[in-house]
C-alpha cells in the first residue's frame, strides 16, 4: 500500500514562486510514475507533470502551458516528489493533487492511470 501526503502551496502574487512537496510512504518500490494535476473550480482535473520512478527513471513530462515554469523533481533517498512553480499566473489557481502510477500504462497523463491520491493542497494566484 502506498500513501502521498502533500505539503506547500498557498497564495502568490503572479509572478512569484510556490513550491509543492509530496511525500510517500509504503511500498514505494512499486511506484512506476509520480504525477501532479490540478483541479480548477468547475473545471476537470487536468494533468501539470510527471516524472518515472521505474524504467526510465527521471524522465519528465510536463502539460504545455507550465513548460518552462514548473518543475518536478524527486529525492529517491526521501520518497518525496516536489513541483517547483515559478513564474505563476493567475490561471494556475487550482488544487493540486499528487498521485502515484502502480501499474504501468504509459498515460501519464490521464486520472484513470493513478491508483493512489492525495487530499490536494490550494494554490492560488492573485493578479
Known amino acids: 500500500q502506498v500513501q502521498l501526503v502533500e505539503t506547500g502551496g498557498g497564495l502568490a502574487q503572479a509572478g512569484g514562486s510556490l513550491s509543492l512537496s509530496c511525500a510517500t510512504s509504503g511500498d514505494t518500490s512499486s511506484i512506476y510514475t509520480m504525477g501532479w494535476f490540478r483541479q480548477a473550480p468547475g473545471k476537470e482535473r487536468e494533468f501539470v507533470s510527471a516524472i518515472r520512478c521505474r524504467f526510465d527513471l527521471g524522465t519528465t513530462f510536463y502539460l504545455d502551458s507550465v513548460k518552462g515554469r514548473f518543475t518536478i523533481s524527486r529525492d529517491g533517498a526521501s520518497n518525496t516528489i516536489y513541483l517547483q512553480m515559478n513564474s505563476l499566473k493567475p490561471e494556475d489557481t487550482a488544487v493540486y493533487y499528487c498521485?502515484?502510477?502502480?501499474?504501468?500504462?504509459?498515460?501519464?497523463?490521464?486520472?484513470?492511470?493513478?491508483?493512489?491520491w492525495g487530499q490536494g493542497t490550494q494554490v492560488t494566484v492573485s493578479s
Open positions: 498521485a502515484a502510477e502502480l501499474r504501468f500504462t504509459n498515460s501519464y497523463y490521464l486520472c484513470g492511470a493513478y491508483d493512489v
